[in-house]
């Protein structure tokens, strides 16, 4: 259990998140979406420990950090470490050993070139596998599917609805819906700071077509296409 009471993050004079609560549970998937400055991000890095906030985030497993896989937007790498090198980086840190990561390496990465050197998609999938391999009780994927060619996103699809089956606790960003709606069981929509609905999956329909709503309302017109 994650549980998220009356959370408020500033930056300065700028409110990015106002009174978020909500509560997340075991063998559970949420979806947390919103227009770009929503707070999604902010969010995620307040649950994980990197932001200081006012209000209480408390979860049955402490710290929660210790037990949590983050996927950033655009994960960092030291300069002059392997693929190879990050994954038992990261694993170390959570006392993992005799990983046989070549036997794991689902994605193909070359592990022993320098992570750096990798594209975008593929520094993604170095990042997801290494969060996996720690075995963590809470994963938060900040646009999981973004730059990430077609095959992998159906992998990583079904890696999330594995970890739902395990047990687990899974939050999801996304831009792209249909992702969403095929792993969510529950999301929440944000609109600048604000903790706007709470969908469950019998209501997505309804959802799409309020984000559309919101999102384009009568903006297509304007441009008075010919």
Known sequence: MIKINE???????????????????????????????AGKTTLFRCIAGLESYNGEILS?????????????????????????????????????????????????????QYATTYSTGMKKKLAITAILLQENEYFIFDEPFNGV???SNIILTEIILKLRELNKIVLISSHIFSTLSDTCDVIHLLRKGDQI?????????????????????????????K
Do not use: W
């Not at 990015?16 to 770009?36: A, H, Q, T």
């Not at 030291?78 to 980086?89: D, H, M, P, W």
């Not at 709470?198 to 903006?219: A, C, P, R, V, Y």
């Open 7 to 37: 959370l408020n993050k500033g930056f300065g004079n700028n409110e990015v998140l106002k009174n978020i609560s909500m509560e997340f549970s075991k063998g559970n998937v949420y979806g947390i979406i919103g227009e770009n400055g």
């Open 60 to 112: 049955d497993i402490t710290p929660l950090k210790n037990h949590l896989g983050l996927l950033l937007t655009e994960p960092f790498f030291f300069s002059k470490i392997t693929g190879r090198e990050y994954i038992q980086l990261l694993c170390n840190a959570r006392g993992k050993t005799n990983l046989k990561i070549d036997n794991k390496n689902i994605f193909d990465l070359p592990l022993d």
């Open 149 to 151: 060619d077609i095959q």
């Open 197 to 225: 609905k709470s969908f469950q999956k019998q209501d997505f329909n309804n959802l799409e077509q309020e984000m559309k709503n919101i999102t384009i309302g009568n903006s297509i017109e304007k441009l008075e296409l």
